[in-house]
């Protein structure tokens, strides 16, 4: 199974799928970065991988449909077949929801639906919440509102600050995401 990484960001959930791919632990390559910031640390990442990657600046395209259709160019050109958001800041539109129905998954740092969008483990440490967690779900035209796949809770204790929170949820993250991955490709291989 090929499948692509889409990221703006560190890339250390790339990492993890790049890392649990190598290593057998999810059925499939990933065969393309797609990035829409040239100066984002994850392209390394990918170059060190031998990874393609597609870098784009949206705003050398005329609106989201011209940049999206240029992906999908690229994804079809490796024979994509699964779509991973790690970290990438934009919202999906038609061009590729269309073609990869149900076939992108994002991963996003609390339990949705609360706090959705940029900031997540800021706005749940500033809201004092005990539990927050890590969520991934399928895209939809929305903002963080697909439909959930697997969620993981984690406690926020009196100790925590908004650093050692993070550490907790890129922890989880970087366990959960190639687990999920794993389980929905089995399952797509069975049928
Ligand atoms: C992760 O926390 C992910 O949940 C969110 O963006 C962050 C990306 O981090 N969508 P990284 O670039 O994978 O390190």
């Given at each position: 199974i090929k499948a692509a990484v889409f990221a703006s960001g560190t890339g250390s959930n790339f990492d993890a799928i790049v890392k649990a791919s190598e290593a057998g632990g999810?059925?499939?390559?990933?065969q393309l970065l797609v990035c829409?910031?040239?100066?984002?640390?994850v392209i390394t990442k990918a170059e060190q991988k031998n990874i393609d990657t597609f870098v784009f600046s949206p705003?050398?395209?005329?609106?989201k449909d011209a940049y999206e259709r240029q992906i999908l160019l690229e994804c079809r050109e490796r024979g994509i077949e699964w779509v991973f958001l790690a970290g990438y800041m934009r919202l999906i539109g038609p061009v590729l929801l269309e073609p990869f129905k149900n076939r992108i998954i994002n991963i996003h740092?609390?339990?949705?639906?609360?706090?959705?969008?940029?900031?997540a483990i800021g706005q749940a440490f500033e809201k004092q919440v005990k539990v927050t967690g890590v969520t991934i779900h399928y895209i939809d035209?929305?903002?963080?509102?697909?439909?959930?796949i697997e969620q993981e809770a984690i406690r926020i204790t009196a100790k925590d600050t908004k650093e050692t929170l993070q550490q907790k949820i890129q922890a989880v993250e970087h366990s959960l995401y190639p687990k999920v991955i794993q389980s929905l490709l089995v399952e797509e291989e069975v049928h």
């Open positions: 999810i059925p499939c390559d990933i829409d910031r040239k100066d984002a640390v705003k050398e395209f005329d609106g740092p609390s339990l949705l639906p609360a706090f959705p969008g940029k900031d035209d929305g903002m963080d509102t697909g439909p959930i």
